[in-house]
């Protein structure tokens, strides 16, 4: 079993960037990856990032290379990193991680306007 918990969301314009954080309430090193999802308003939830506990990463396109996924196994956290953030990235943003279940963080809202 395992609590998950986003902080860093707010409000940004386009161009800015933005670092959301993801607490666990067990050492990560035992969790196999780690995942952060979004979801925008009257949309599906997304899969955004990805990162393994060998620190393998992987991305969803519309994000690749502008998103950032790292962890700190010291503070049992997990980062993502936004820069260039454009309107389209404005959701809510889930930690998720499987232990024989799913996991989800409550979310933190990202907007990106104007």
């Known amino acids: 079993q395992v609590q998950l918990t986003e902080s860093g969301g707010g409000l940004v314009q386009p161009g800015g960037s933005l670092r959301l954080s993801c607490a666990a309430s067990r050492p990560i090193a035992n969790i196999d990856q780690i995942n952060w999802y979004r979801q925008a308003p009257g949309k599906l939830r997304e899969w955004v990032a990805t990162?393994?506990?060998?620190?393998?990463?992987k991305y969803d396109n519309s994000v690749k290379g502008r998103f950032t996924i790292s962890s700190d196994s010291v503070r049992n956290t997990i980062y993502l990193q936004m820069d260039n953030l454009k309107p389209e990235d404005t959701a809510i943003y889930y930690c998720?991680?499987?232990?024989?279940?799913?996991?989800w963080g409550q979310g933190t809202q990202v907007t990106v306007s104007s």
């Open positions: 990162i393994t506990y060998r620190g393998t990463t």
């Open positions: 998720n991680c499987q232990i024989f279940e799913q996991y």
